[in-house]
T-cell receptor, first 114, second 113 residues
Framework: GENVEQHPSTLSVQEGDSAVIKCTYSDSASNYFPWYKQELGKGPQLIIDIRSNVGEKKDQRIAVTLNKTAKHFSLHITETQPEDSAVYFCAATIGGAAGNKLTFGGGTRVLVKP | ETGVTQTPRHLVMGMTNKKSLKCEQHLGHNAMYWYKQSAKKPLELMFVYSLEERVENNSVPSRFSPECPNSSHLFLHLHTLQPEDSALYLC????????????FGSGTRLTVV
């Protein structure tokens, strides 16, 4: 089955700096890679996703890159703000498969220091 | 609200109690999931229901019993739990056969005493 590794497990950045979280996956058939943000007391919320036919996707201050050959993808947050402090999870799946089962990484706790 | 509602938000139960967690989604999705979130394993898949049929039981102890009466509702029945079962239980939904992520509820914080 799919295995997703995520690094680092914790990340502390100064407000205004950039943050980068990296994930690797094992199943070359995976073709859908979402990122989730989980704030305290809430469930994970989808913030951005990328499909395997695209190498990069950007939405305002967040961007995701995908390297299919190396089987890794990354989340980039620019101009970080205190409200970016949260736990971030990457995930991978084979889109359209029964149950669309997502395999999640272990999570990265991001702290943005004002 | 995300469109996936979980109740109760908090639950404290003794090891001999029987309780149920409820999840309801208003998104028209037809696949639903139970996840356990704890410090040791951040997002641990428990059960998957697709088109109201259970398609995966991820080696979960029998003291956890899921029920999916229709595509909008999912329950997790709990009985004779152990203190190590204390965790945040998350429900999620998605569209079967689609290429999309999950929508999660806010979870039920369960404490077993």
């Amino acid at each position: 089955g799919e295995n997703v590794e995520q690094h680092p497990s914790t990340l502390s950045v100064q407000e205004g700096d950039s943050a980068v979280i990296k994930c690797t996956y094992s199943d070359s058939a995976s073709n859908y890679f979402p990122w989730y943000k989980q704030e305290l007391g809430k469930g994970p919320q989808l913030i951005i996703d990328i499909r395997s036919n695209v190498g990069e996707k950007k939405d305002q201050r967040i961007a995701v890159t995908l390297n299919k050959t190396a089987k890794h993808f990354s989340l980039h947050i620019t101009e970080t703000q205190p409200e970016d402090s949260a736990v971030y999870f990457c995930a991978a799946t084979i889109g359209g498969a029964a149950g669309n089962k997502l395999t999640f990484g272990g999570g990265t706790r991001v702290l943005v220091k004002p | 609200e995300t469109g996936v509602t979980q109740t109760p938000r908090h639950l404290v139960m003794g090891m001999t109690n029987k309780k149920s967690l409820k999840c309801e989604q208003h998104l028209g999705h037809n696949a639903m999931y139970w996840y356990k979130q704890s410090a040791k394993k951040p997002l641990e898949l428990m059960f998957v229901y697709s088109l109201e049929e259970r398609v995966e039981n991820n080696s979960v102890p029998s003291r956890f019993s899921p029920e999916c009466p229709n595509s909008s509702h999912l329950f997790l029945h709990l009985h004779t739990l152990q203190p190590e079962d204390s965790a945040l239980y998350l429900c999620a939904s998605s569209q079967e056969g689609g290429v999309g992520g999950y929508t999660f509820g806010s979870g039920t914080r369960l404490t077993v005493v």
